[in-house]
């Protein structure tokens, strides 16, 4: 399966594959379970192959089985295992049960939990809690949660760090900062975005050799977890008969006086990701000036808002809101986009001006892209930046419905909604990207590839990749502190360069 296409499922959507595995195709589920404890090990004696001392921490239910399984499997690899349960393994059922049965034949003492603080280990696997976690982690759970994240030495999660949702990617009160994760049957969305990244750290998949019919019911809800793979994909090469008309015509409408660097960063980034022509709309204070160092950018100078109709005439896709403001000026210039046919990319206060209108009347139309980052994400729906980063996917998808538009709700795992339903996750980027003038950036990209004749929802995901590659690309010459949005254009190249464009 291709990287482009791997799918994205909620726990519940997991359990179903894995139901499917067990009674439809007939895996005995201690055979799945036997192989994922098998993946671990791979993966622990891959990464980490001068560790000879494990701390296995179990838990109940299935999770906890992966765990004795591992266990066991090390033990007969010649690693010295120290397993240490939080339950009563005498009470585990099913075959978590049979798990801990076959463990026992190994012989090894059960270590009692709480574990001394001065004990040293060269590994920690997590197998405490599986994907099911729907409230805060409290008690002894909580308790060994901490614990493993006090240890000095690496951390493995097995399946999902103990105490991350599965679905959201929120830290239920207290979760495990892993280094790396190995999970099974079906990627957790909760993984790629919100807190996922930080707690699960490299991300192994493993499918367990189930065979992909087992996934039918469940991937007609599932997301896509996007890669570079998505450019070459949705992007044609250039045809040698072609000329600047050919590739379209960005307007990027904003820049109030002393915001001209938005709008000349939305415009530089449309150049440089293959619009044929772009101009800047802006106010006439900087006009004049604004492209002294980019003179290939058009520029018409906006004194009058009642001026804007006539330029917008004509075949443009438009990019309104990089240096937007809020003023009466702003606001008619927003009225004035919004007014036509053309589509339409819309970003910062673009978005809060949208916002403020959607409190009056209903916004729908079909041919936009909303670009919003979580606070103004809240706005457009009228909630707490907290309720957005609560559940991103579900955040991103009721704006995607409510205003029918494609919407990438920026931030860690960026994630890319449709009004039907459909999502996607970035999973590239870098916290270096969280600097003014990024998000111009990335509608700058978006606006072109639109001008192009990428669809709403391909522009949409196309860009969003091609923003966070960039900023990958940049961030190795510069580190996260010193990165600015500048230097993700600069970049730009070496990400069209790597799609073969």
């Known amino acids: 399966m291709s990287e482009a296409t791997s799918k994205l499922y909620t726990a519940a959507q997991v359990r179903g594959i894995d ?60 690693i010295r295992v120290s397993v240490c349960s939080l339950v009563d393994p005498d009470k585990l059922k099913g075959d978590a049960a049979l798990a801990y049965a076959d463990w026992q034949k190994a012989g090894i003492e059960l270590k009692q939990w709480p574990l001394p603080e001065d004990a040293s280990f060269d590994l920690a696997l997590d197998a405490l809690l599986g994907t099911g976690i729907d409230r805060e982690v409290g008690g002894e759970f909580k308790q060994a949660i901490d614990y493993l994240n006090r240890l000095d030495c690496p951390k493995l999660a097995v399946d999902i760090p103990s105490g991350l949702n599965a679905d959201t ?31 699960c750290g490299q991300i192994t998949f493993d499918d367990l050799a189930v065979p992909a019919k087992a996934a039918s019911e469940s991937s007609a809800g599932a997301g896509q977890l996007l890669s570079t793979d998505v450019l070459a994909e949705k992007i044609n090469p250039r045809p040698a008969n ?35 022509r772009v101009t800047l709309v802006t106010d006439a204070v900087h006009a004049g000036y ?52 053309a589509a339409l990319v819309i970003d910062a206060d673009g978005l809060n001006l949208l916002a403020q209108r959607a409190k009056q009347k209903p916004l729908k139309r079909e041919n936009w892209i909303l670009t919003p980052h979580p606070a103004e994400a809240a706005r457009l729906l009228g909630c707490e930046i907290q309720d957005i980063q609560r559940d991103r996917v579900n955040s991103a998808t009721a704006i995607a419905n409510r205003y029918g538009a494609s919407v990438v709700l920026k931030g860690c795992g960026t994630v890319i909604a449709g009004p039907s339903g459909e999502y996607a996750v970035c999973p590239l980027g870098n916290p270096g990207m969280a600097t003014a003038g990024s998000g111009d950036v990335l509608t700058g990209i978006i606006a072109a590839l639109l001008a192009q004749g990428l669809s709403c929802a391909d522009a949409a995901k196309a860009g969003a990749l091609a923003h966070a590659k960039a900023g990958d690309f940049a961030v190795v010459e510069t580190g996260e502190m010193a990165l600015v949005a500048g230097d993700i254009i600069d970049f730009l190249p070496d990400v069209w360069s790597l799609a073969g464009l």
């Open 19 to 78: 139901y499917a595995a067990i009674h439809e195709l007939d895996i005995p589920g201690y055979e799945l379970m036997c192989r994922a404890g098998q993946a671990i090990l791979d993966d622990a004696h891959f990464h980490h192959p001068f560790a000879r001392h494990w701390l296995i921490m179990c838990g109940p239910g299935n999770n906890g089985g992966d765990g004795y399984v591992v266990a066991r499997l090390a033990v007969k690899a010649g």
């Open 169 to 199: 990617g929120q830290v239920m009160g207290s979760a495990v900062q892993a280094n790396s994760t190995v999970t099974f049957v079906g990627r957790k969305r909760g993984m790629y975005t919100a807190d996922g990244p930080d707690h």
């Open 242 to 276: 072609s000329h600047k008309g050919s590739f379209g015509h960005v307007l990027a409408v904003g820049g109030i006086r002393g915001m001209s660097g938005a709008v000349r960063l939305c415009g530089e980034a449309a150049l440089r990701s293959g619009a044929g």
């Open 290 to 341: 604004i492209n002294m160092a980019r003179p290939e950018l058009m520029v018409k100078a906006i004194d009058d808002p009642g001026d804007l109709p006539s330029l917008l005439a004509g075949e443009h896709v438009i990019a309104v809101g990089p240096g937007l403001g809020l003023t009466d000026w702003s606001q008619s210039l927003l009225t004035a986009c919004l007014d036509t046919q």
